[in-house]
């Protein structure tokens, strides 16, 4: 804070770069801080998630339900490396109950870069390296595992790939829409801004959730997953522009008098000139705010939606699919790791509600 | 000068009424697009249901059933029919539960009504103290504990709050909180023990429906204030020995709770959105539930009506919002 007090009042030459004054303010607020960095590892883990996964993520296996695997260091005192030991299924003859029982006497050690399930890297390049993995005879499920025995650690990672990006690709679209749409209404002002605002009147009108339910039930289920994914990202964009294109609108209304753009104007700048060239830098920093306070209720979005049936569906795995499965008191207190995708859920759009806070304050770094 | 503010403010509220019945008309066709998005009409699905339950349906009937509900005519005039209907209050037939669509509006309307303005009375209660608090006590404890929750609050999705405080409840004392009564209080009359036995299964509700408003309105209410706070007036009334107190009541909170006021309309959307979520995962017996069912079982007049329903009571509380502010603030009735 000191350094920014300092380079902004000192009267010396020592004048810094609005960029400059924007990374300092920004680093100055510790927890955006730390969310930008915990958000590039959450992209990283997506990015790599299949190579980071041990299993693929709709790999069955007949350990339906089974707790979270405990990984030892130890095997009889002596010090073995990360291992597990191997479990053997037994049903109860009473209750038919089916039970989980270690055998201590057989360790499974856990192996790096292991050849396994078959996946597309980036979704085109064949792979089947595995950063660690056990021997087939034996399981490593560090989050237990589903209905099918499929690895929820492994589902857990994959599904960070489209719940993440549902954000991004959402925020895409709202963009573009905010833009065209707050730039027509802001710049040319008089009829068109009149209409476009009552556009908006009317979609903050709709009630949010209903309405995408409303249109993710529409959605056909015969369409592809990818189909769906990309609808699904429209229809949680066809709220979220409306904020994006009230803040061009006002922002354009009230560059558009200021004396530089008039002084640009005099000069014999064009339309477009002036836009590209004075306008878009001088709110560039407002936009980049609005956009990334919109990704988190996209993110919220596509996990309610999915969540009750409407959103993306299996086979796709989102984070809202997996919850899916966490949908009844039985299942949660039973088995509790099926809830894990809803920590992911809170912890990335706590960080996503901080970095906006800080890019916020950092936008206007000449406020105190 | 008492005719003239009269004059502008009657003024301002025709235009608003104006403007939201045209709101509405646009909402209807919104609405009637949900009738017509899924493939195929409601007489497909009506017959899937039929000959799913072994009951065939030869295809002249079909053809004399299209007829009947008009499906054959051009999409303006099904639109016409059902919009019409739906104004004089037949909004058709539920198959899911085979029941008038607008006996099952009605037994739920009331429920939803009072549960939403019941959270929104507690989302008021709790964000615009707890917002002057903190703005007062800025950087205290208080307030980052406030902060916390409201971040936390805004951060987990309505429906996995619900579960987890459904779980709480029924791992620490035993209870299912499904539900706004437990099953034996059910079609019993008014008694106190049935009240209170609501009042048990209302905070859950209300915190799941209510919590996304409470930690916007908070913050809300903490920026502006801490914007009044630094202004001059405030230092000139302080030094001219006004008690902090009243200060604080009489000017910047007043200034402070117009964003609040004028994002009432908006709240109500908010409501009627957790209002949905809270009321699958709970079972509540609202609007919610109902719509979401019929959107799954694609019965789509009851989902176009309860679409529509909800729809309305937004605009409604829009415009009363709209109103309510102007009659509060000059500057808008004027502008």
Redesign the interface.
């Known amino acids: 804070m000191s350094e920014l007090h300092a380079a902004t009042t000192a009267d010396d030459d020592v004048s810094w770069s609005q960029w400059k004054l924007m990374r300092v303010k920004f680093s100055s607020h510790k927890l955006a801080f730390v969310s930008i960095w915990l958000l590039g590892a959450f992209y990283l883990l997506a990015l790599f998630a299949q190579f980071l996964a041990p299993y693929g993520p709709w790999q069955p296996s007949p350990y339906a339900y089974a707790p979270p695997t405990r990984v030892h260091l130890f095997f009889h005192g002596k010090l073995v490396g990360p291992m597990v030991y191997r479990t053997t299924i037994e049903s109860d003859p009473q209750t038919f109950e089916r039970n989980f029982v270690v055998d201590e006497s057989r360790p499974a050690p856990i192996h790096w870069f292991v050849h396994g399930a078959p996946y597309q890297w980036l979704g085109f390049i064949p792979c089947s390296l595995h950063l660690f993995g056990v021997e087939k005879d034996a399981q490593l499920n560090l989050m237990g595992t589903d209905i099918l025995g499929r690895d929820c650690f492994s589902r857990d990672l994959i599904a960070t790939q489209i719940s993440l990006t549902v954000g991004l690709i959402g925020v895409f679209i709202t963009f573009v829409l905010g833009c065209l749409i707050g730039g027509a209404s802001g710049y040319y002002g008089g009829v068109v801004d009149n209409l476009v605002q009552r556009l908006v009147e009317f979609v903050t009108c709709l009630p949010t959730v209903p309405m995408w339910m409303a249109l993710g039930a529409a959605i056909p289920a015969s369409w592809s997953n990818l189909k769906v994914y990309f609808t699904i990202t429209v229809i949680l964009a066809l709220r979220s522009w409306t904020g994006l294109s009230r803040q061009v609108r006002s922002k354009l209304l009230e560059m558009r008098e200021e004396d530089y753009i008039v002084a640009a104007r005099v000069a014999g700048a064009t339309d477009w000139g002036i836009i590209l060239r004075h306008l878009l830098p001088g709110f560039a920093s407002y936009l980049i705010v609005n956009l990334t306070v919109e990704i988190p209720r996209m993110i919220l979005g596509e996990t309610t939606l999915s969540f009750f049936g409407l959103g993306l569906r299996p086979p796709t795995v989102s984070w809202g699919v997996l919850l899916q499965d966490a949908q009844n008191l039985a299942a949660i207190s039973t088995y509790p790791w099926l809830m894990f995708p809803a920590c992911m859920v809170v912890v990335c759009v706590l960080a996503f509600n901080f970095l906006g806070d800080g890019l916020r304050d950092a936008a206007d770094p000449y406020k105190e | 000068m008492r005719s003239f503010f009269r004059n502008a403010l009657v003024r301002y509220v025709a235009r608003r009424i104006a403007?939201a019945s045209?709101?509405l008309v646009?909402?209807s066709f919104?609405a009637f697009l949900?009738i017509q998005?899924?493939?195929g009409d409601f007489l497909d699905s009506y017959v899937e249901e039929l000959s799913r339950s072994g009951m065939g349906v030869d295809s002249a009937t079909l053809v004399a059933l299209r007829h009947a509900y008009g499906l054959d005519r051009p999409m303006i005039v099904q639109y016409w029919e059902w919009v019409s209907r739906f104004a004089r209050g037949d909004m058709g037939v539920s198959f899911l539960y085979a029941k008038k669509v607008n006996v099952i509006i009605a037994e739920r309307l009331p429920w939803t009504l009072a549960l939403t303005f019941a959270s929104m009375l507690f989302t008021y209660a709790l964000a615009i103290p707890i917002g002057i608090y903190t703005a007062r006590r800025q950087y205290s404890a208080a307030d980052f504990a406030a902060s916390f929750i409201a971040?936390?609050g805004?951060?987990?999705?309505?429906?996995?709050l619900a579960?987890v405080l459904?779980?709480f409840f029924?791992?620490c004392f035993g209870v299912?909180m499904g539900g706004l009564q437990s099953p034996q209080f059910i079609g019993q009359p008014l008694s106190w023990a049935k009240v209170g036995n609501l009042l048990m299964h209302l905070p859950v509700p209300l915190v799941v429906i209510g919590i996304g408003g409470i930690a916007n309105l908070t913050r809300t209410m903490r920026a502006t204030l801490l914007d009044e706070l630094g202004k001059p007036y405030v230092t000139t009334a302080r030094a001219k020995g006004l008690p902090e107190s009243v200060l604080i009541r009489r000017y910047p909170v007043r200034v402070a709770l117009n964003p609040i006021i004028s994002s009432g309309?908006?709240l109500l959307?908010?409501l009627?959105?957790?209002d949905?979520?809270a009321g699958?995962v709970l079972g509540l017996p609202t609007i919610?539930p109902v719509?979401?069912r019929a959107?799954?079982a694609?019965d789509m007049f009851l989902?176009a009506s309860?679409?529509m329903v909800?729809?309305i009571l937004?605009?409604l509380g829009?415009l009363i919002s709209d109103i309510v502010l102007a009659y509060f603030d000059p500057r808008i009735r004027l502008g």
């Open positions: 403007w045209v709101v646009l909402i919104f949900v998005l899924p493939p971040f936390i805004m951060a987990t999705p309505g429906f996995l579960l459904m779980w029924y791992v299912t309309g908006w959307a908010e009627f959105s957790g949905t979520v699958i919610g719509m979401y959107l799954l694609e989902a309860c679409v909800m729809s937004t605009v829009f």
